[in-house]
């Protein structure tokens, strides 16, 4: 009797277990995608990095004058953090992969931790593996273990990215380490947003505002010389106590391990005393009908995407202000005769003057604007995988007219949220006293969207054409285009072949003229794809996930 | 006119069939049931018709107007109910009944209202918060409100509960008296016998019968149920008719064509009671999917 009751307890203990297994490889799998993508990323930054060190600096002279000018540049601490020893090509790579990587690797912890969390949930899926015999538990830490196994895939990325570029493997393991610490803390936060949040959206608007607060606390603390002790208030800032290559404190880890024991542990209790479905901040469930924007499928695609597309200008103006503020610190004094030659083979001319900091900067708006305007195609593809579509178009409501609607509100607000940049960004400037004309401005936040009407209409071609692989192809298009540009110009690729990414036909507006040529064919080929992509979108059956 | 006419309409996804040379003919003011199991290519059919997938052969025509070619002249005089209500989570009830009668023009708001009241939707909740039947009510109300020449039904009732089923077929009755047309897909059979003037079967893509309710039962077995003072008897095998024992003294014949043969055998036997039916629509429809695969019947 007794052997029969113990056999049948590990019967079940066994089918838990291969459940909770299961669980977290669907997970991995979910995952697959923005995995790999992320593990690439790493691993080119990781490698990239130390080669274009040595290529520029060969000679301890060329080393110390850049030491002694750039890094302490308050603009360029912005983006990658605290150097602390920019002599050998390892603190260099602690500086230039860490800085960057980090804030990756914290987006990933985030995406990862509300994926495998609250999207979950969000979709019932949840509830269907928590009808079976899976506790609550083991399916809470089934998810965590898969994304433990991504942060494993990004560790070894970045490892493998360092020792190809010529960095001793007992560094490159540090070095990745510190950059991957930051993904269980951002996980831990994400697991939180997820309880709290009633939904998917809300738990990424929460954990995103969490990861841009700690980037700005670490900006304030990395650019301010009384405010240095910030750094330890924010996860981004231990990565670089960590000193990978310049005095490791490897007693650093225990913040981070700390930190995101704590997030996971609350995380945990809270699902675990919740209602499954709910988050802790309730969404009302009932309310005053509001029947504003209305009228047509585009009004109501602006209704929906309202929320969105204010982060949006909210987060960009908020940039383009900081680095209008910033560019007045900009002084050519103790730069070298190299470090302006490979400024120049950006394509900037002189990134020392405050409107060449400023151009130079604005190429990152043309980035963030050309994903702003894939996110819209990205969305108008969400619409046709929830079925809403259908509930649309079984409506006196044409094809053309709704994509057309849809590409066409995308383009414009790409043009609100750009034209502010380039104000606020002239706006931040004249506040330091940097004389910078306004046109000139306006034109340079204008200037971001030849190439985001351009990926718009690559990214509804592929919505026409393989709409399953809609949002996969028109990021991935984007980011592979922009690093193409960067890493082909810093490792002196052929001029034809870096010319094939459109990111090499912007001028670098306000140093450099508007190319207008440049600007019209690209505009042209952006309009061509939207034409193609609604003739294709007009014969296709509609598509659902 | 017809208000749904097809020719050899067909469809296939990749190495599947799903719609079979399909030819439907339902005219103006017909209340028509469209049944079949799950799969049956019913979905695929009011896809086809509303043009949101496009045929691989044949064509539809909705009022003569081509149902892939002109997809928007068409809709303007039909509504359409899906299986499963997609809707835009973030919108109230009233939100969505707005939105969706501002894009089809012509709404009957005072209809709308009664339908709101019957079918007793809380039009202050968010579709987020509403359960399955709810936001299924929210599209039968916007549908129904629209007044459309014809309604094209995928599974409408499905999430229901009894009372709102009723509801449900008091709705359809009313559209039927003003001479709307109805498309009703569906697996219910009750349903279907309740409200529609003509039914048609679909098996595997293609439609194995059709004809109004009387034809359909006619060709159907009727069912015989007797009961007898004492032990049923055996008795001999007659031509179109199978027995099964129901019970100790009780015998159940389903006779195909004349009754006579087996009234004769009875004479002799001592039978207490006799009850004779037409077959239900249950069963003639699990007559074509049970029996062979619908060849068997022809």
């Known amino acids: 009797m007794a052997t029969a009751a113990l056999g049948h307890s590990s019967a079940t203990g066994r089918a838990q277990l291969y459940g909770t297994v299961a669980i977290a490889r669907r997970a991995l799998r979910d995952a697959r995608a923005r995995t790999i993508g992320f593990a690439y990323l790493f691993a080119a930054v990781a490698y990239i990095q130390p080669v274009s060190y040595r290529h520029t600096y060969p000679t301890v002279a060329d080393r110390l004058s850049f030491a002694h000018s750039f890094a302490n540049n308050k603009a360029v601490v912005l983006f990658y953090g605290k150097a602390y020893d920019l002599l050998s090509v390892g603190g260099y790579s602690a500086w230039r992969v860490g800085g960057i990587l980090v804030i990756f690797a914290a987006v990933f912890g985030l995406l990862a931790a509300v994926r495998a969390l609250r ?7 949840a509830e269907l593996i928590l009808g079976g015999i899976v506790g609550r538990g083991s399916a809470f830490f089934a998810s965590m273990m898969a994304i433990g196994g991504g942060a494993l895939l990004l560790w070894v990325a970045a490892f493998i990215g360092s020792v190809l570029g010529g960095l001793p493997a007992g560094g490159s393991a540090y070095l990745a380490l510190a950059i991957v610490s930051a993904v269980p803390v951002f996980v831990g936060v994400g697991a939180l947003a997820s309880q709290l949040a009633p939904t998917r959206r809300v738990a990424l608007e929460l954990g995103g505002a969490a990861v841009a607060v700690c980037f700005v606390l670490r900006v304030i603390a990395d650019t301010s010389s009384s405010l240095g002790w910030l750094r330890w208030v924010t996860p981004l800032g ?59 499928p585009t009004a109501e695609a602006l209704r929906s995407e309202r929320t969105s597309m204010i982060v949006w200008l909210a987060g960009v103006g908020a940039f383009s202000f900081v680095v209008g503020v910033i560019s007045k610190s900009i002084s050519s004094v103790g730069i070298s ?36 305007a894939v996110s819209q195609v990205a969305a108008a593809r969400h619409e046709e995988v929830d079925e809403r579509l259908e509930t649309l178009l079984a409506l006196p409501v044409a094809r053309t007219g709704w994509l057309g609607g849809r590409l066409a509100l995308a383009g414009v607000a790409t043009a609100v949220i750009s ?8 706006a931040g ?41 809609t949002v996969g192809i028109a990021y991935g298009l984007v980011v592979v285009a922009f690093l193409w540009q960067l890493f082909g110009s810093l490792l002196g690729a052929p001029k034809w072949l870096v010319d094939a990414t459109p990111f090499a036909h912007v001028g670098f507006v306000p140093a450099q003229p508007f190319r207008v040529g440049a600007a019209a064919v690209l505009i042209a080929i952006g309009v061509l794809a939207g034409l193609v992509a609604m003739a294709f979108f007009r014969r296709r059956d509609l598509t659902g996930a | 006119m017809s208000a749904i006419r097809t020719e050899q309409l067909s469809k296939r996804y990749g190495d599947t069939l799903a719609l079979d040379s399909l030819d439907l003919d339902v005219s103006e003011g017909e209340v028509y049931g469209y049944l079949g199991p799950n799969g049956a290519g019913k979905t695929t059919t009011i896809r086809l018709l ?29 509504a ?123 098996r595997a893509g293609k439609l194995v019968d059709e004809g109004t309710l009387a034809e359909l039962r006619h060709l159907g077995a009727q069912v015989v149920e007797v009961t007898f003072a004492g032990a049923a008897p055996k008795l001999p095998p007659l031509e179109g008719v199978r027995v099964a024992p129901a019970g100790a003294s009780a015998l159940r014949f389903e006779v195909s064509g004349s009754i006579a043969p087996l009234i004769a055998a009875l004479a002799s036997e001592p039978v207490a009671t006799l009850t004779s039916r037409e077959p239900s629509l249950e069963e003639v429809f699990l007559h074509h999917y049970d029996h062979g695969d619908g060849r068997a019947r022809a």
Request: proline share 5%; net charge neutral; charged share 20%.
């Open chain 1, 238 to 296: 231990w990565a670089e106590e960590l000193r990978p290559f310049t005095g490791a404190q490897p007693l650093v880890l225990l913040l981070p391990a700390a930190a995101s024991a704590l997030l996971i542990v609350s995380a945990w209790r809270i699902a675990a005393s919740r209602d499954v479905g709910s988050g802790l901040l309730r969404a009302r469930d009932s309310a005053e009908p509001r029947f504003g924007l209305l009228s047509s």
């Open chain 1, 419 to 426: 034209l502010l940049g380039g104000l606020l960004a002239w």
């Open chain 1, 429 to 469: 400037a004249v506040s330091q006293g940097v004389s910078l004309s306004l046109p000139k401005m306006i034109e340079a936040g204008a200037n971001c969207l030849p190439v985001a009407f351009l990926f718009l209409g690559v990214a509804a071609l592929a919505y026409g054409l393989v709409p399953r692989a």
């Open chain 1, 119 to 125: 999207a979950e949930e969000d979709a019932g899926r």
């Open chain 2, 80 to 202: 359409y109910v899906a299986g499963e209500p997609f809707l835009w989570p973030a919108m109230t009830g009233a939100e969505t009944l707005e939105f969706l009668a501002r894009l089809h023009g012509g709404t009957d708001t005072a209809y709308r209202d009664t339908l709101v009241e019957r079918f007793q939707l809380d039009t202050d909740k968010k579709v987020r918060a509403l359960s399955k039947g709810n936001r299924q009510k929210v599209q039968l109300i916007a549908a129904l409100a629209t007044r459309a020449d014809l309604l094209l039904l995928d599974e409408p009732t499905s999430g229901l509960d009894p009372l709102m089923e009723m509801a449900f077929r008091q709705s359809v009755t009313e559209g039927k008296e003003r001479g709307q047309s109805v498309f009703l897909s569906s697996h219910i059979l009750s349903e279907v016998e309740a409200v529609c003037d003509r039914v048609g079967i679909l």
């Open chain 2, 50 to 78: 509303l043009g949101l997938h496009r045929p691989t052969a044949g064509r539809g025509e909705l009022f003569g107007i081509d149902c892939w070619r002109d997809p928007v002249t068409a809709h303007r005089r039909v």
């Open chain 1, 337 to 372: 005769k190299q470090l302006e030659r490979e400024l120049q083979k950006l394509g900037s001319g002189s990134v020392l003057t405050p409107t060449g900091y400023i151009g130079f900067s604005f190429i990152f708006f043309v980035l963030a604007m050309s994903l702003f």
